[in-house]
């Protein structure tokens, strides 16, 4: 089993920046490929960015290419996700997920953080 903990979320004016960070732990015996998603209010999870275990595949989502920058350092088991020139309607929580395919398959992630609110003040 795998727990994901993430940090580093808050409140922040239009244009800011903040980064999250997420933190695996527990039974990881495969390279996970890790990604980010958000939850805003009344809509539905979306994918927001995805890491492979190597740093050499990368996926995003249109709504934030060019803004948010995911990385990772596999020697602490932490991802990262830089998010530059916020906007209101990035509003949401934020999610950590990973899979153990080391895929970027939005389907494939199979284990969830808690969550963490981004709030964007306009």
């Known amino acids: 089993q795998v727990q994901l903990v993430e940090s580093g979320g808050g409140l922040v004016q239009t244009g800011g920046s903040l980064r999250l960070s997420c933190a695996a732990s527990?039974?990881?015996?495969?390279?996970?490929?890790m990604g980010w998603f958000r939850r805003a209010p009344g809509k539905e999870r979306e994918f927001v960015v995805g890491?492979?275990?190597?740093?050499?595949?990368?996926s995003s989502a249109e709504s934030v290419l060019g803004r948010f920058t995911i990385s990772r350092d596999n020697a602490k088991n932490t991802v990262y996700l830089q998010m530059n020139n916020l906007k209101p309607e990035d509003t949401a929580v934020y999610y950590c997920?990973?899979?153990?395919?080391?895929?970027?398959?939005?389907?494939?992630?199979?284990?969830w953080g808690q969550g963490t609110q981004v709030t964007v003040s306009s």
């Open positions: 997920a990973a899979n153990r395919n080391d895929v970027l398959t939005t389907s494939a992630y199979e284990y």
């Open positions: 527990g039974r990881i015996l495969s390279r996970l490929a």
């Open positions: 890491i492979n275990w190597s740093s050499n595949r990368r």
